[in-house]
């Protein structure tokens, strides 16, 4: 693969862009706003998919807690898009760059022929420079809000990679509140190794994903497994990194070891 021009997703998860309080850190989605630009700049092809909505939604509503009914919390995700969007049309402006807004669903991707029409719309925005910014339509879309699973999408590490499949990119970088794949809980042992490179699969490794992860997001490391092995299966690399250090995003593009790669095999 050429280091020096490559197609990546990065999706981006709602503990990295809020604040406990589920109001938007402005801070955190600025940072990563330039260094996608930045690489955008450099010649990469960049695709930013993003969790949020609904915490967004939640605090821009000014409820005290995420909604449990499932027409409340599409409501929630609704307001939380259209906010999402205008911050990060604003940053990304601000950086003399083009983003598109592409919300999908489960069908859109499982679908042939929308699968197809959705590939050749990346592929234009994609030829003019354009950053998409990618979440699922929760306000359409039940699967993952009402139920936590599902089988297409359901969680944004699955919608991510299945983005990265559908157009062909060479690196999926998940940036989450974990600093990679550790060999044991590093909550529970102090001692566990984050391990940097995966080759394979293995049930030693699958054995290592945990519960989900924070109270804001969906996902937690078996979702990030089960993007892996979508990622490995279409020769995509994979990268679990914190989103906390978002200029880490330069070395994961030179292939440094930062974070858990996930090496898919050519």
């Not at 139920?147 to 944004?156: A, Y």
């Not at 157009?167 to 970088?173: I, Q, T």
């Amino acid at each position: 693969m050429e280091q020096n021009k490559q197609r990546i997703v990065v999706k981006v998860g709602t503990s990295t862009l809020t604040h406990d309080s589920g109001a938007v850190d402005l801070r955190s989605m600025e940072h990563l706003v330039r260094v996608l630009s930045d690489l955008s700049g450099a010649g990469h092809e960049v695709i930013l998919v993003t969790s949020g909505a609904i915490a967004v939604g939640t605090a821009r509503l000014g409820l005290s807690e995420r909604p449990k009914e499932l027409r409340m919390k599409q409501a929630a995700a609704a307001v939380g898009q259209c906010r999402m969007m205008h911050i990060y049309d604003k940053l990304f402006s601000e950086y003399n760059r083009t983003m598109a807004q592409i919300l999908l669903t489960g069908d859109d991707v499982e679908d042939p022929e929308r699968a197809e029409h959705l590939r050749s719309t990346f592929s234009a925005l994609l030829e003019m420079g354009v950053i998409p910014v990618v979440n699922e339509n929760d306000s359409v879309s039940s699967a993952e809000i009402e139920t936590g699973h599902h089988k297409v999408l359901g969680d944004n590490d699955t919608l991510s990679a299945i983005v990265a499949e559908l157009c062909r990119a060479d690196l999926l970088v998940l940036l989450s509140d974990i600093d990679g794949l550790y060999n044991a809980d590093p909550k529970r042992y102090p001692g566990a190794s984050l391990l940097h490179r995966v080759t394979e699969l293995t049930p030693e490794i699958l054995e290592m994903a945990g519960g989900a992860g924070s109270w804001r997001g969906t996902g937690g490391m078996a979702t990030k497994l089960s993007a892996a092995r979508i990622a490995m299966a279409a020769g995509c690399d994979m990268v679990i990194t914190n989103g906390e250090r978002m200029e880490n995003l330069y070395g994961i593009v030179e292939g440094q070891d930062i974070g858990t790669r996930f090496i898919a095999s050519r």
